[in-house]
């Protein structure tokens, strides 16, 4: 299989330290500090978008050693067991998150979020602007999601 790097291109920093922790997610401010490399006006014309698509690294979880066997989301008995892909968790191959976030403000190479799913210190491999044409219409789930994601983001 083909393999390869990705460096970070940033840096998580906000008062959310427990991996643990995994619900209200809604109102945590999060500063995104882009690396250096990319200059000053890295972000620069973010400020005109709403939302912004952050794509991260649970650094801070092992993957799996097996992912052929479905699992309940979170460890919960009370959710149907899925397979790897049609949940969100951070024990995935290749640990790689994204969650839409809210855009606070664009300052030089700061970009500060809300909403963002990731602890201080985790590693952000991209960004990419929310598009109004990239959003699905539609959109359809199982209904013990709604009872699984009742209190992720909430304040």
Same mark, same amino acid.
């Given at each position: 299989?083909?393999?390869?790097? +990705?460096?970070?291109?940033?840096? &998580? ?14 109102? &945590?401010? @999060? $500063? ?21 698509? &952050?794509?991260? +690294? ?8 097996? %992912? ?42 700061? !970009? $500060?979020?809300?909403? !963002?799913?990731?602890?201080?210190? $985790?590693? &952000? ?9 990239? !959003? ?13 994601? @009742?209190? %992720?983001?909430?304040?």
């Amino acid at each position: 299989m083909l393999s390869f790097e +990705i460096n970070p291109i940033g840096t &998580v920093r906000n008062d959310r330290t427990d991996v643990q922790h995994t619900d209200n997610w809604g109102a &945590v401010r @999060s $500063t995104i500090t882009i690396d250096e490399r990319f200059g000053e006006a890295c972000l620069q014309g973010l400020e005109g978008f709403s939302h912004v698509d &952050v794509l991260f +690294i649970f650094d801070q979880f092992p993957e799996h050693d097996d %992912y052929r066997e479905p699992r309940p989301n979170r460890g919960r008995a009370d959710l149907p067991p899925v397979g790897i892909f049609a949940g969100r968790g951070p024990r995935r191959p290749n640990r790689i998150g994204v969650t839409c976030c809210a855009i606070e403000s664009v300052r030089g190479r700061e !970009l $500060t979020v809300v909403g !963002l799913d990731a602890v201080s210190g $985790t590693p &952000v491999i991209d960004l990419k602007p929310t598009m109004t044409e990239f !959003l699905p219409v539609n959109v359809q789930q199982p209904e013990w999601v709604s009872h699984l994601m @009742s209190e %992720y983001f909430q304040p």
